[in-house]
C-alpha cells in the first residue's frame, strides 16, 4: 500500500518486543561483554584468533553445527511434506510428538540411545559411537526434528496445489514437480527452520559434552569452561563476541534467504502430499520410529524396579526424596508453570514483532529481526551471567525474582514464534490486504484482522515449541539464582541422576517420562485451540 | 480476543509486580527476626526441619539461593560482589577455595563452634571460611565384575595390564571429581605424567561428567566398566537407594586413591546482616546441623563429634590418609596441570 | 458524483495511467474496455487509492486524493476475488460493516439480504475454499455492496468464469447494481460484456482514455483506428495516411466480388466458421461464415462499404 501508514496503538506496540529484547538480553549480555573485555577491550577477541585451538574449535562447531542442520533437514523434509496427508488427529498427535525431544535433557537421551544400540547390536566393539562426532550429528537431529517437520510443514499445508499439479499434467512425475515447484516455494520455510536448527547445533552444550566426549569443544563448551572452570572471563568473554558476530552473520543470511517472494496464498487448494498413502503411512511410521525408539528405551526404564515391572518410581515422585529440595511432583509443577508463563510471554512478544518484521519501515525492521534471534544464538552462560551482574540494582533488580527464569526461557521462545510467524505473513497474498482496506480496515486493523489471524497459525506453532524449550529447559535456569521451592524438572531430573542409586536413577526416568507427557498433551491441546481451516497443518 | 490480550497482559505485569519481600535486615546486634539468604549449589540438601530449629534458636529464617554447580557458585560470588546476592556462601571446595580468596570475597569469621573441626580441615589460618563438610574422591569399583575379582589397591594397580580397559575416568576440565582425581595422582605418584601416559595405554576411558561416567560406562549404569571415579560415600548410597533392597555394597573404594575434597561457608563481605550470617555458621557446626549432611548430600560431617548414619558405618570408609593439596598449590597449578593432561591423554 | 481529473500514475519510467479525466453520476454504469496492459486496472487502483498518482479524485465534490483508502465511500471487487480464506461466507460480507461499526443485528440483517441479492442464500456458513468460482466471484460482489459503497469499481470481475457463468452474470449484475443504487466503474477487455453492462463506455489504451460516450455511439463512430481496434475491428489495411478498418462480419462472401483472396485456415465455431483468408499481398483477413471453402481454395468476396470505417 502507497498511502502513508498513520500512527496509531500499533507503533506503540513496538514497543513491546524492543524493550523486552534491551532489558533481558541486550542489557546483560552487552555488560558481561563490558566487564569481561574491559581491560583489553578487542585485544582479547584478536588474540583468540592466534590461537590454533581455538580456530579449530571454532572451525569444528561450524561445521558440526552446518552438517547437523542439513542432515536434519534431509530427513525431515519427507515428513514434512508428507504429514498433511494424516488425518486431523493423527497428525495432531504426531506433531505434539515430535516435539518430545526438546524436553528431554541430554544425559537422558544420551542414555537412552546408549541403551538403544547395545539392543540392537549397533554398540559393539569397534563400532561405537559415543564418543564421536556422528553422536553428536544423530543427536541433533533427534533434537531438532520437530522445528523442521512442523516449520515446513505448516508453510506447506499454505501452499496452492494447483501449481504442482499442472507440472503434473505437463508430464512431471509426483517426485519432479515436488522437487521443480513446491520446494522452490518452501524455500523460505526451510531457510527459516534451517536458521532455527543451526543456531540450536551452534549452542548445543549437553549433547557436545556428552555425546561427544571431553574431546569434542565448540564455542559453547569453551565459554562454560572459561566462564565457570577457569573463572576467566576475558577469555569467556572473547568467546562469546565471536559467538555472537558468527550468529549476527548466520541470521543476516537466513533472512536474506527467508525474504525470496514466496508463492502467495489466495484460495489455495492444499497442496496434495507427495506419495500415495502407504507410502505416507510408512515414511510418518519410519520417523516416529526412529523417534520413538530412544523414547521407548526411557518408558521401559521408568517401569522396571528391581522386582520386575510397576509405578513404584512413579508413586515416589509425589514424595520428598532427600536429594531434591522439593519433591519431583512440585518441580513438575514449576516447570509447567513457568512454561505456561513463558509461552504466554514468548507469544505476546512474537506477534508483535512479526508483524513489525513484516510491515515495518526498513530500518527497524531488519534490527527486530536480528535482535529477536540473537538469544537462541547466544550461551546460556553469557544470559545467565548477563542478568546476574546487569540486573542487579532498582529499579530494574529482577535478578533473584522467581519470574526471571520464565522470562530467560521466553528469550529463547520468541525467536520460535517469530521464525515460524514471520514466513507464513509474508505469504499473504497481497491483494486480501487490499480487499481489506478498501471495506474500511485502518492499516493496524488490516494488521489484526488479516495478519493476526492467518498468521495466529505460525504464532501456535512457535508458542508449542517455547512450551516444550521452556519445559525442558536447563542451561539459563542452572545458571540463575533460585529458590528451592522454585525448583524446576530438569534441575529435579539432573539432581536425581548426580547420585547412586537404582531407586533415584528409576525416579528420574519416571520424571523424564511424565516430562514427555506432559508437552505431548500441552502442544496438543494448544494447537488444537485453532481449529483447522483449510486443512491447516 | 483484545480483552483477553489486555486481561493476560495485566495479569502478568501484576505477578511481576508482587514480588517477595526482601525481609529486614540488621546491623550488628541481634539478628532476630531477620531473613539470611544463603547461597549454595544445585547439590545442596538439608531437611526442613533443620532449618526450623535454626529459626527456632535464634530467630532468623533462612533463604536459600541454588545457583548451578559448584565452580558456577564461585564464578557467580565473584562476579557479584559488589552487590552481592545473598549473605552466605556454602560450597566453596577446597580445589576453588583459593580463587575466591584471592578475589576477596569473604568477611572473616571466627565461629564459636570451631574447636569442634577436624584440625586438618581448616585451611585458612584467617577463617574468612570455615570447613562445614568434606568428601573424598575415590576409585569405586563393582566388587563382582573385575577381573580375576581381585580388586586394585594401588594408584599403580591401575597400570596393570589386568584391568585394561576397565577403568572410566571424568575429564578434570569439566568434572569436578575429574579434577579431584587428577591432583590426586599428581600427589600420590612419582611422575604423574608417566602413570597417565600408562593409563592411556591401559585403555582408560574418558567423560565429560560424572554422570556419563557413572551412569553411562561404568557398570552401575549398564555400562562394561568395573572401575570407575567417584566418591567415598558412593557405595552406601548404592545400599541406600537401591532397589531391591540389597545387605552389602556391590562397590568397594581403592583408599589409596582417594583426595579428600572440603566444603566451606563464608560470610560474603558486603552483606547487610552479618549477625545472622554469623549467627547461621555457628549453627552450621552444630550437630543439629552436621548429622544431617550425610545422608542429605552424601559427604561427611567436619564436626567430630558429628555421628554418622548406620548405612555409612558399615558400607565405606572414612580414608584416614586421603591426598591433600594446599588450595594456593592448586590455583597455581590447576590450569598448567589441566593443559598438560589434555595433550597426555585426549591429544 | 465521482470526478476523476487528470490522473496520472507512473511506475519508474512507464506511465500506467495518462492524464485520465472521468465523470461518473449517482447510480450510473460505466465499462472502460481495454486490452490487457491498457492501464484500466492501474486506474481502478487509484480511485480506490491503492496506488498514488498526480491529479485528483473527488467524490460528492469532497477531494479524496489523499484519503486512506479505508476512509473511501468506494469499493473494489478484485480480479481473483481476494476472499478471506480464514473467514467463512458471512464473515466476509460482514467485514466492511463490521470496519464500519455496525451492530450484530445490523449486520447479519445486511449480510443475509445481500447473499439473497446474489442468489447465495443459506451460503453463510461455507468455508471459502469450497466455493467455485462463479460462488465466490458472487461473494465477493456481495462482500463489496455490503457497506454500501458510493461507487463500486469491478476489476474484470467476470474473468474466471466460464462463458455461460458469465452471460447469466452479465444480466444479474445490473438488476443488483440497480438494486442497490451502486454507481459502478466495471473493467473489462471483453467488448460483448462492456456493451451490455455500460450506461456509458470509455475505451482505454496506453493509459490513456481515448473516448468516451454511449455503447451505441462508441459502437457506431470509433474516433480512431485504436477505438476500432479495441472494439473487434480487427481486420484493416493501411495505405499510407488512410487506414480503414472493418468486422469480420461485414465481409460476405461474392463471386462477383471484388476482392480475392486464398482460404487459409477454417475454425469451426459451432454457430458459424472463423475463417482465415490470405491475401496475395501477404495480408491475413478474418471471416465469419455459415458454409465455408475449404482450405487451399480461393474466394471472392465483397466487404459491406456501410460497415467500414476509415480514418485518415
Known amino acids: 500500500m502507497r498511502t502513508r501508514e498513520r500512527i496509531g496503538v500499533g507503533d506503540a506496540l513496538m514497543l513491546l518486543p524492543a524493550l523486552f529484547i534491551g532489558l533481558f538480553f541486550l542489557f546483560p549480555v552487552g555488560t558481561v561483554l563490558w566487564r569481561g573485555l574491559g581491560g583489553e577491550g578487542l585485544d582479547a577477541v584478536f588474540d583468540l584468533a592466534k590461537s590454533p585451538r581455538q580456530r579449530d574449535v571454532l572451525w569444528f562447531t561450524f561445521w558440526q553445527a552446518a552438517v547437523s542442520t542439513a542432515l536434519t533437514v534431509a530427513v525431515a523434509l519427507p515428513a514434512a511434506a508428507t504429514v498433511g496427508g494424516l488425518s486431523d488427529r493423527a497428525r495432531r498427535f504426531v506433531r505434539s510428538l515430535v516435539t518430545v525431544p526438546f524436553v528431554l535433557p541430554t544425559v537422558v537421551v544420551a542414555g537412552a540411545f546408549d541403551e538403544l544400540f547395545f539392543a540392537t547390536g549397533l554398540d559393539t566393539g569397534d563400532f561405537r559411537l559415543r564418543h564421536t562426532v556422528w553422536a553428536i550429528l544423530i543427536a541433533h537431529v533427534f533434537f531438532n526434528y520437530a522445528v523442521v517437520v512442523r516449520v515446513v510443514g505448516t508453510a506447506c499445508a499454505g501452499l496452492d496445489g494447483r501449481q504442482a499439479e499442472a507440472a503434473r499434467v505437463l508430464g512431471a512425475t509426483r517426485w519432479q514437480a515436488w522437487r521443480a515447484v513446491t520446494l522452490p516455494r518452501l524455500r523460505p520455510a526451510i531457510a527459516s527452520a534451517s536458521a532455527i536448527v543451526f543456531l540450536f547445533s551452534f549452542t548445543s552444550f549437553g549433547a557436545v559434552l556428552i555425546l561427544g566426549g571431553p574431546k569434542r569443544a565448540t564455542l559453547e563448551t569453551e565459554i562454560y569452561r572459561y566462564a565457570v572452570s577457569r573463572t576467566d572471563l576475558t577469555r569467556a568473554a572473547a568467546l562469546a563476541v565471536v559467538q555472537l558476530v558468527a ?187 487490499e480487499a481489506a482496506a478498501v471495506l474500511g480496515a485502518s492499516p493496524s486493523r488490516v494488521r489484526r484482522e488479516i495478519d493476526l489471524m492467518i498468521g495466529a497459525r505460525g504464532a501456535l506453532v512457535g508458542g508449542g515449541f517455547a512450551f516444550a524449550v521452556s519445559l525442558g529447559e536447563f542451561g539459563a535456569t542452572s545458571f540463575l539464582p533460585r529458590r528451592p521451592e522454585d525448583l524446576t524438572a530438569p534441575v529435579a531430573l539432573f539432581r536425581l541422576l548426580s547420585t547412586p542409586g537404582d531407586l533415584l536413577r528409576g525416579q528420574a526416568m519416571a520424571l523424564a517420562v511424565v516430562l514427555m507427557v506432559f508437552v505431548t498433551v500441552s502442544v496438543f491441546v494448544i494447537e488444537s485451540s485453532r481449529g483447522t481451516a483449510e486443512g491447516s497443518l | 480476543m483484545k480483552k483477553l490480550l489486555l486481561s493476560l497482559v495485566t495479569v502478568l505485569l501484576v505477578a511481576v509486580a508482587c514480588g517477595e519481600d526482601e525481609g529486614a535486615s540488621v546491623v550488628g546486634g541481634d539478628p532476630a527476626g531477620t531473613t539470611v539468604t544463603l547461597m549454595t549449589h544445585d547439590s545442596f540438601a538439608i531437611s526442613g526441619s533443620v532449618w526450623e530449629a535454626f529459626t527456632a534458636e535464634t530467630g532468623v529464617t533462612v533463604q536459600l539461593l541454588q545457583v ?205 546482616n552479618p549477625a545472622g550470617a554469623a549467627a547461621l555458621i555457628d549453627f552450621m557446626l552444630t550437630n543439629t546441623f552436621q548429622e544431617d549432611v550425610p545422608l542429605n548430600m552424601f559427604v561427611f560431617p567436619a564436626s567430630q563429634s558429628a555421628g554418622l548414619p548406620p548405612e555409612f558405618v558399615e558400607h565405606t570408609t572414612v580414608p584416614v590418609e586421603p591426598h591433600i593439596m594446599d588450595p594456593a598449590e592448586i590455583e597455581a597449578n590447576r590450569d598448567r596441570w589441566v593443559d598438560r593432561w589434555v595433550e597426555i591423554v585426549l591429544g | 458524483m465521482l470526478r476523476v481529473d487528470a490522473l496520472t500514475v507512473r511506475f519508474g519510467d512507464v506511465t500506467a495511467v495518462d492524464d485520465v479525466s472521468l465523470e461518473l453520476a449517482a447510480g450510473e454504469r460505466l465499462a472502460v474496455l481495454g486490452s490487457s496492459g491498457c492501464g484500466k486496472s492501474t486506474l481502478l487502483r487509484a480511485i480506490a487509492g491503492l496506488e498514488a498518482g498526480d491529479g485528483t479524485v473527488s467524490v460528492d465534490g469532497a477531494d479524496l486524493t489523499h484519503t486512506a483508502p479505508d476512509r473511501r465511500p468506494i469499493g473494489l471487487m478484485f480480479q481473483d476475488h481476494a476472499l478471506f480464506p480464514h473467514r467463512t461466507v458471512e464473515q466476509n460480507v460482514a467485514f466492511g460493516l463490521r470496519m464500519a461499526g455496525k451492530k450484530e443485528s445490523a449486520r447479519t440483517r445486511r449480510v443475509r439480504e445481500m447473499l439473497a441479492l446474489v442468489g447465495l442464500e443459506g451460503f453463510g456458513e461455507r468455508e471459502i475454499a469450497t466455493l467455485s468460482g462463479g460462488e465466490a466471484q458472487r461473494v465477493a460482489l456481495a462482500r463489496a455492496l455490503a457497506p454500501a459503497p458510493k461507487v463500486l469499481l469491478l476489476d474484470e470481475p467476470l474473468g474466471s468464469l466460464d462463458r455461460y457463468l458469465r452471460e447469466r452474470l452479465i ?59 479495441v472494439l473487434g475491428h480487427t481486420n484493416e489495411i493501411i495505405d499510407g495516411v488512410t487506414k480503414v478498418v472493418w468486422r469480420a462480419d461485414a465481409m460476405t462472401i461474392d463471386p462477383s466480388g471484388p476482392h480475392q483472396a486464398m482460404v487459409d485456415r477454417v475454425h469451426f465455431r459451432g454457430v458459424d466458421h472463423d475463417v482465415r483468408l490470405r491475401t496475395h499481398d501477404g495480408r491475413m483477413l478474418r471471416f465469419l461464415l455459415d458454409d465455408p471453402p475449404a482450405a487451399g481454395n480461393d474466394v471472392r468476396f465483397s466487404i459491406d462499404p456501410a460497415r467500414v470505417l476509415r480514418f485518415d
Open chain 1, 247 to 433: 550468529v549476527l552473520a548466520l541470521v543476516a543470511v537466513s533472512t536474506w534467504l527467508e525474504r525470496r517472494r514466496p508463492a502467495t496464498t489466495r484460495m489455495a487448494r492444499p497442496t496434495r502430499t507427495l506419495g500415495s498413502r502407504p507410502g505416507r503411512w510408512l515414511n510418518v511410521g519410519m520417523a516416529t520410529a526412529l523417534l520413538g525408539a530412544p523414547l521407548a528405551v526411557l518408558i521401559e526404564r521408568s517401569f522396571s524396579t528391581g522386582t520386575g515391572y510397576g509405578l513404584s518410581h512413579y508413586q515416589a515422585l509425589g514424595t520428598r526424596v532427600r536429594q531434591l529440595p522439593a519433591p519431583a511432583t512440585t518441580a513438575l509443577w514449576n516447570s509447567l508453570h513457568y512454561a505456561a508463563l513463558a509461552t504466554v510471554l514468548a507469544v505476546l512478544i512474537g506477534v508483535v514483532a512479526s508483524v513489525v518484521v513484516v510491515h515495518g519501515r526498513s530500518g527497524s525492521r531488519r534490527l527486530f529481526d536480528l535482535g529477536l534471534t540473537l538469544p537462541l544464538g547466544t550461551s546460556a552462560v553469557t544470559i545467565g551471567f548477563g542478568i546476574l551482574i546487569a540486573l542487579d540494582e532498582p529499579p530494574v533488580d529482577f535478578r533473584t525474582r522467581w519470574w526471571i527464569i520464565p522470562v530467560a526461557h521466553a528469550l529463547v521462545g520468541v525467536p520460535f514464534v517469530v521464525r515460524t510467524m514471520v514466513p507464513l505473513l509474508r505469504s499473504i497474498d497481497p491483494s486480501i490486504r
Open chain 2, 68 to 272: 548451578g554447580d559448584a565452580g558456577t557458585m564461585v564464578s557467580e560470588a565473584i562476579l557479584t560482589k559488589d552487590a552481592p546476592i545473598a549473605d552466605v556462601v556454602f560450597g566453596v571446595d577446597n580445589t576453588f577455595l583459593q580463587r575466591g580468596l584471592d578475589a576477596d570475597i569473604f568477611a572473616p569469621y571466627e565461629s564459636r563452634n570451631l574447636d569442634v573441626v577436624f584440625d586438618h580441615l581448616k585451611l585458612d589460618d584467617n577463617n574468612r571460611v570455615t570447613p562445614i563438610s568434606f568428601g573424598d574422591v575415590c576409585i569405586n569399583y563393582w566388587i563382582d565384575a573385575l577381573p580375576g575379582t581381585v580388586a586394585p589397591a594401588t594408584l599403580e594397580d591401575l597400570t596393570d595390564a589386568r584391568y585394561a580397559s576397565q577403568l572410566v575416568v571424568q575429564s578434570p576440565e569439566t568434572s569436578s571429581p575429574g579434577l579431584a582425581f587428577l591432583l590426586a595422582t599428581i600427589s600420590g605418584t612419582d611422575d604423574w605424567e608417566q602413570y597417565w601416559a600408562d593409563l592411556v595405554a591401559n585403555d582408560v576411558s574418558i567423560t565429560a561428567g560424572w554422570e556419563d561416567a557413572y551412569y553411562g560406562e561404568f557398570i552401575a549404569g549398564g555400562g562394561d566398566r568395573s572401575i570407575v571415579v567417584s566418591y567415598a560415600s558412593s557405595p552406601p548410597a548404592e545400599v541406600i537407594f537401591a532397589d531391591p533392597p540389597i545387605d552389602t555394597a556391590p562397590t568397594g573404594v581403592l583408599l589409596d586413591s582417594c583426595f579428600r575434597q572440603i566444603e566451606f561457608a563464608g560470610i560474603l563481605a558486603g552483606t547487610d
Open chain 3, 171 to 229: 444480466d444479474e449484475l445490473p438488476d443488483v447494481l440497480g438494486a442497490t443504487g451502486t454507481a459502478a466503474i466495471h473493467v473489462t477487455h471483453d467488448h460483448d460484456e462492456a456493451f451490455a453492462i455500460g450506461d456509458r463506455l470509455a475505451v482505454m489504451h496506453a493509459g490513456k482514455v481515448l473516448q468516451v460516450g454511449s455503447p451505441g455511439e462508441v459502437w457506431a463512430a470509433p474516433t480512431s483506428i485504436t477505438v476500432a481496434r
